[in-house]
């Protein structure tokens, strides 16, 4: 037997996912010193280009909320009451005033208790109670009266009731009685430990139409009639003392008969019981004055709940927090459909980033960027690189600069490592021979395996041999230098890594003191606050890279915002000084020289307008036969890639101010302004 249901998952054909925009803004915040897992729980908060946000389901909830309070009050039973008992009076009277066969004496008498009435409604309620009504009109407004709080009081622990047991006779209130009598045995019996599962199916089968939720045990009847009982609890609670006792001394009335009281009084209690966990103590401030009956106010109580539950869950403040904890079902009754879809899909995307093997999580637990993630903002930072070297968006694409170098016009069998391109004829060639060979026929098609695959062979290209030397010290962070910094590096990476896989690159950081660093340990890098830019102890660690590799050109790049104030000394320990200490310039300038001798081509890239520092750096780049650039921030991985670039092409001039990064021609990259 099929089964179907309306469905709820939003726009079936809608696209899946983009894991892209997610992975980007998470690697930016991550650069800028995040950890991946509040830089995933940060994007899922502010959401994408088209995607909502938990803030902005946040504060949609907030809102409602504060329009439920702003618009109710809670007398809007004590108000139908009134206007029930003021109609009951005004027909009384017409009819007394009306009524010429009446003994004067009685009509006085009538006319003088209805006067005497006190002002509060539920004590006149209460005293006329043994009043025998000479209108038929105000005697049906007045057992309105009683029949509302009965309905109301109902409505307050089942909802629905109200409506339902509109113009119901003895009968159904005698269902109902006999309904709360078998429901608060059934609650004892189970508070007893003494119930069994046949005991609640016969109770469902003899009261079920009472409960359209439809539980399917025990616990679950319990769970619904204790959220409704506890928030008609918090309604009361809500209400103000003279609204609180006027109810209370109403509620004596319903039905004409204090029993049902007695028996909600008896349920709310054994559920209380078995339920503690509810809030039953708690209160909200309403401010409008749309009145809400008992019902209505109880339903808007629950609604409240909902939201602060939903709130919290949004909030994803506690611990362990994910976002399948979303209640859907809850947000979609009280936001909508589009509401649900959002969530639904955050979570989704929360998944597919766990799932995609873009996060990781290291042996101490936390999470942490994976090589794919890193590749893949490493592609979408050169992306933009290269747009900015180009200064045409999308007219041309890094992948140029992965040439292996001039075609020859031969081609030959594709291995494992190759980045030159196909030789497609070849390859389609080899393709067809290869079928034809088997007894096939290339009508239907062909299909390409390994062995059919061919490469366009070029020259030889020069290796080389990359130290990219980062500034690490704490102006780098507090100018607002430092993600620039990573993005640059990373930008770098991805493109050796990718496209020039036989160039030797080493990451340097220098701060204090100078470390070498894998790419993601550099992106992860938090801000360092020790002051000291150990310039020094940076081209000791690349001049050591660049002797590893002595059949490879050395290329040294130095991203710097400060002249250095730091060297190593003979024994290892670091020499600070600011300003800066004439020993420690000439180490730094002896570290220099040393790879001049290497045959190092040297780029400073020089961030910051103080004009003693644009001295400096010029005097190191000239003594080497460098360059310096000097890039704005948002230019500064255009800079640095172009500068590589030109090194490997053989290209000497660069504009000084970076005025002209170059761009790409039928040869390749090419450098000038």
Known sequence: MSRYQRYSGGDPLAPPVDLAEALEAIGEDVMAGYSPERAMQEFLRRGGAEQSGLDDLAARVAQKRQELLQRHDLDGTLREVKELLDKALLEERKQLARDITMDDGDRAFRELRLESLPSSTSAAVSELSSYDWTSSEAREAYEEIKDLLGRELLDQRFAGMKEALEGAGEEDRAAISEMLGDLNELLEKHARGEDTDQDFADFMDKHGDFFPEGPENIDELLDTLAQRSAAAQRMLNSMTPEQREELMQLSAQAFGSPELMEQLARMDANLQALRPGEDWGGSQRFEGEEGLGLGDG???????????????????????????????DKLERQLGDQAAVDARTLAELERALRDSGYLRRSSEGDLRLSPKAMRQLGKSLLRDVATRLTGRQGQRDVRRAGAAGELTGSSRAWEFGDTEPWDVTRTVTNAVVRTAAGGGSARGGVRLELEDLEVAETEARTQACVALLVDTSFSMAMDGRWVPMKRTALALHQLISSRFRGDALQLIAFGRHAQVMEIEELTGLDARWAKGTNLHHGL??????????????????????????????????????????????????????????????????????????????????????????????????????????????????YGEQFGGYGGWGDRGFWVGG
């Open 540 to 653: 000791l660690l690349a001049n050591r890279h660049f002797r590893k590799h002595p059949s490879a050109q050395p290329v040294l790049l130095v991203v710097t915002d400060g002249e250095p104030t730091a060297h190593l000394e003979s024994d290892g320990e670091v020499w600070f000084s600011y300003p800066p200490h004439p020993l420690t310039i000439a180490n730094t300038v002896r570290e220099l020289d040393a790879s001049r001798r290497l045959g190092a081509q040297t780029t400073f890239f020089r961030l910051g307008e103080d004009p003693g520092l644009a001295r400096f750096i010029d005097s190191m780049a000239r003594r080497v036969d460098g360059r310096m650039v000097s890039p704005e921030l948002d230019d500064l991985g255009a800079a640095v890639v172009g500068s590589y670039l030109g090194s490997r092409s053989g290209e000497s001039s």
């Open 298 to 328: 109880t339903g808007v109580l629950q609604d409240l709940a909902d939201l602060d539950e939903l709130a919290e869950q949004l909030a994803q403040s506690y611990g362990g927090a994910r976002l399948d904890d979303v209640d859907l």
